[in-house]
T-cell receptor
Framework: GAVVSQHPSWVICKSGTSVKIECRSLDFQATTMFWYRQFPKQSLMLMATSNEGSKATYEQGVEKDKFLINHASLTLSTLTVTSAHPEDSSFYIC????????????FGPGTRLTVL | TQLLEQSPQFLSIQEGENLTVYCNSSSVFSSLQWYRQEPGEGPVLLVTVVTGGEVKKLKRLTFQFGDARKDSSLHITAAQPGDTGLYLCAGARNNQGGKLIFGQGTELSVKP
């Protein structure tokens, strides 16, 4: 299957700082990437859809000014958590959509964010 | 409102037992994916089903898509401790920009 990388795999930061997470599709072009948040032993919660060259579409209840998404190329999307607070601590996962194969999404390994 | 109901949400069984996980919806899906996720990692795609009534097998795992493409099941035969993990079903609908609707997940624990 297609490979999606995510960096960093974990990050610890102080409250009030901003954290950038990168998501890359390594062997295919992804016009659409998705950002999810996941709490322990729960399913994935979609935060936003990132389309290359256009503004991201955010799900209801997700603050676009807090979770900045940039999809500058066909293989890279970034999520920046601005002014992070302890309640933002979570497991963030990106996925890239392969349009050629029935809308399958291939997931990155996730980023564990801990805000102190 | 949960658009894709997955059950059971927790399952603890002994090695060698069989199990079935269900995903049900009132909506029609153009395709449905099953993923397996281990702690601290991203979900890994197991299978995609697209045709009503389709059955796919992956070693001891059997996946079925309902005739009306509204439901799906995952059956594991002779479960092994290595099958332990979070199983997720996710459906795609037409004209949704590729968004997936996820079930609640099934946390499976297989004890030796």
């Amino acid at each position: 299957g297609a490979v999606v990388s995510q960096h960093p795999s974990w990050v610890i930061c102080k409250s009030g700082t901003s954290v950038k997470i990168e998501c890359r599709s390594l062997d295919f072009q992804a016009t659409t990437m998705f950002w999810y948040r996941q709490f322990p032993k729960q399913s994935l919660m979609l935060m936003a859809t990132s389309n290359e060259g256009s503004k991201a579409t955010y799900e209801q209840g997700v603050e676009k000014d807090k979770f900045l998404i940039n999809h500058a190329s066909l293989t890279l999307s970034t999520l920046t958590v601005t002014s992070a607070h302890p309640e933002d601590s979570s497991f963030y996962i990106c996925s890239a959509r392969d349009k050629q194969t029935y809308n399958e999404q291939f997931f990155g390994p996730g980023t564990r964010l801990t805000v102190l | 409102t949960q658009l894709l109901e997955q059950s059971p949400q927790f399952l603890s069984i002994q090695e060698g037992e069989n199990l079935t996980v269900y995903c049900n919806s009132s909506s029609v899906f153009s395709s449905l994916q099953w993923y397996r996720q281990e702690p601290g990692e991203g979900p890994v795609l197991l299978v995609t089903v697209v045709t009503g009534g389709e059955v796919k097998k992956l070693k001891r795992l059997t996946f079925q898509f309902g005739d009306a493409r509204k439901d799906s099941s995952l059956h594991i035969t002779a479960a092994q401790p290595g099958d332990t993990g979070l199983y997720l079903c996710a459906g795609a609908r037409n004209n949704q920009g590729g968004k997936l609707i996820f079930g609640q997940g099934t946390e499976l624990s297989v004890k030796p």
